[in-house]
């Protein structure tokens, strides 16, 4: 057996279904080798988004996904979307082809370790071919246990080599699967936090979702009055299954929960690392006690503390610990007909939307998008000013997906759309700006070229909103931001979708339903008008109480 051969058949063993990525002289033994094992391979029109997509795959799945390059240049273009991943916290494998072992002349030769150290990636070589197993296994074991992307560095010369294969052991058998339990020490010291606490919050996170401690936190809700919050990562999470969900904790919440929220004497963070972005650099939770729960060994939150009562354990177990040792007794707290009133009342407040010949209020769009897209289809929110009308304005229970914050680089949704779709079996949209949508154009045309499910809603103001609503701001020259584009719809039937540009409320119903009747590649050109800031905006940039 041939090196390349060994490491495909451990990646097989490492339960690797799905790759995405492109070919080259230096990775294409091993892609042969996986097509000839049943893998589905995914060739992308650019490495950086096969990275993106693999991204979205592990998010969606659970499980770490695999993204190929070849050598030199090929890795090079990953740089962008492996620093999204690596701030994403996502388990991901980089199978990455390299030049001749030693070979420094080569035109294509790079420093992949040293450039894997420089995109915060962690790095596996395959020095030798009788470590060809042992490089697998080691790269899963650490993108699995330390929830990051791994370069897997393979020469040329070095996977063509013969190899003896052994018995191979999947690094997930390495890892213990039992939930960690927490001290009962830490249990009490928090039941007694607490009982002592009268306006309690709640804040679901990612790790929370992941653990599926939702049965528990809303039992946790019950006992304690308190309101529940998640973060952006969670957003829209157990929305419907309590009355007094406030939505985002952050700047993306609205004004009541932001009121709100202030009022709290304790916090409950449960699989939520409580950074800035969470606690709005402490504006939130003042006068705020900490009970945090995460699996991690400590956390140090976005305001430079560690939580006044910190439980290193499994949501599910830690929370349902808590809730034995609260026992029977409920507290009023926050959930009263008042509290109530203030949240609804903010859901219902009628909207003056601005009316510009040929273009839509992107707030009103989103409205429609909210109510057309039925409830099975999962969300993915890009980044930039546009996104943030549909992370404040999105209420309806569905799987949501946030990439926001994630290195701040516009243009990675659509790609994690395409991975999660991938992932899941399931039809997804995204909704996304125009320059970010552009800035990866070629790919709608793998989604076609798949037949993927995908929907991508460009919230198209012809610009680079958050440059032009800042340059505003700042006094300077918006118009250097506005940077007209064609109709995007009839891009996407170019490339073999299907499409549509709208410019009101009823062509975006119409454009939805003909997407929800044959779920295909398909794009919405929403034409919005650029009159409208956002509330982040105005609180960010101007100052407002809003």
């Given at each position: 057996m041939k090196a390349y051969e060994a490491l495909a058949e451990a990646f097989v063993k490492e339960g690797t279904t799905d790759v995405f990525g492109m070919m080259g002289d230096a990775n294409m033994h091993w892609m042969d080798a996986l097509a000839h094992r049943g893998v589905r391979l995914y060739e992308v029109r650019h490495e950086g988004s096969g990275l993106g997509m693999a991204d979205g795959w592990a998010r969606a799945s659970g499980r770490p996904g695999v993204v190929t390059t070849t050598s030199?240049?090929?890795?090079?273009?990953?740089?962008?979307s492996m620093l999204c991943a690596s701030r994403a916290g996502t388990p991901l494998v980089a199978f990455c082809g390299e030049t001749a072992w030693g070979d420094e002349g080569a035109v294509q030769y790079l420093d992949q370790r040293r450039f894997a150290a420089a995109i915060e990636c962690g790095f596996v070589h395959l020095s030798t071919a009788d470590q060809a197993e042992e490089a697998v296994q080691r790269a899963f074991y650490l993108a699995r246990t330390e929830n990051r992307p791994v370069m897997l560095s393979a020469p040329m010369d070095v996977q063509v080599r013969e190899y003896e294969p052994g018995d191979y052991i999947p690094s997930h058998a390495l890892i213990p699967q039992s939930r960690p339990l927490p001290d009962p020490a830490r249990v009490e010291a928090a039941r007694a936090l607490i009982e002592s606490s009268k306006r309690v919050v709640i804040i679901a996170g990612r790790g929370a979702r992941r653990a599926g401690a939702g049965e528990e936190i809303l039992a946790l809700q019950a006992r304690t009055g308190a309101l529940l919050a998640t973060t952006l990562q969670a957003k829209n999470w157990l929305c419907d299954r309590t009355e007094f969900h406030v939505g985002l904790s952050g700047l993306f919440g609205s004004r009541p929960a932001q009121e709100l929220l202030q009022e709290a004497d304790c916090v409950i963070a449960v699989g939520a690392s409580l950074n800035h972005y969470t606690t709005e650099h402490g504006y939130l939770y003042p006068e705020a006690r900490y009970v945090q729960i995460d699996s991690a060994p400590n956390v140090v939150m976005g305001n430079g503390r560690v939580a006044d009562c910190y439980i290193q354990a499994d949501a599910v177990t830690a929370v349902t610990e808590l809730n034995r040792v609260l026992g029977a007794t409920r507290v009023e707290g926050f959930h009263t007909a008042e509290t109530r009133s203030r949240l609804t009342d903010w859901l219902t407040a009628p909207i003056d939307y601005v009316c510009e010949p040929g273009r839509i209020d992107p707030r009103e769009a989103i409205k429609v998008l909210d109510a057309a897209m039925p409830g099975e289809f999962d969300l993915v929110l890009g980044s930039g000013h546009q996104t943030d009308f549909g992370t404040m304005l999105f209420q309806r229970s569905r799987q949501v997906t946030s990439n926001y914050g994630m290195?701040?680089?516009?243009?990675?949704?659509?790609?994690?759309?395409?991975?999660?779709?991938?992932?899941?079996?399931?039809?997804?949209?995204?909704?996304?700006?125009?320059?970010?949508?552009l800035m990866h154009l070629s790919e709608f045309e793998t989604a076609c070229r798949y037949d993927l499910p995908l929907l991508v809603v460009v919230m198209n103001d012809e610009g680079l909103g958050a440059e032009y609503h800042k340059l505003g701001a700042k006094g300077l020259t918006k118009d250097l931001a506005v940077i007209p584009n064609p109709e995007l719809g009839r891009v996407a039937e170019a490339l073999g979708g299907g499409g549509a540009t709208v410019r009101n409320a009823a062509e975006l119903?119409?454009?939805?339903?003909?997407?929800?009747?044959?779920?295909r590649p398909f794009v919405i050109d929403v034409r919005i008008t650029r009159d409208v800031l956002s509330v982040p905006y105005r609180r960010l940039w101007y100052g407002e109480d809003v």
């Open positions: 030199g240049p090929g890795v090079s273009q990953l740089a962008t290195f701040g680089a516009i243009g990675q949704a659509p790609l994690l759309t395409i991975g999660q779709i991938v992932a899941t079996g399931r039809a997804a949209f995204v909704v996304e700006g125009d320059a970010s949508f119903e119409a454009a939805v339903a003909a997407y929800v009747a044959n779920p």
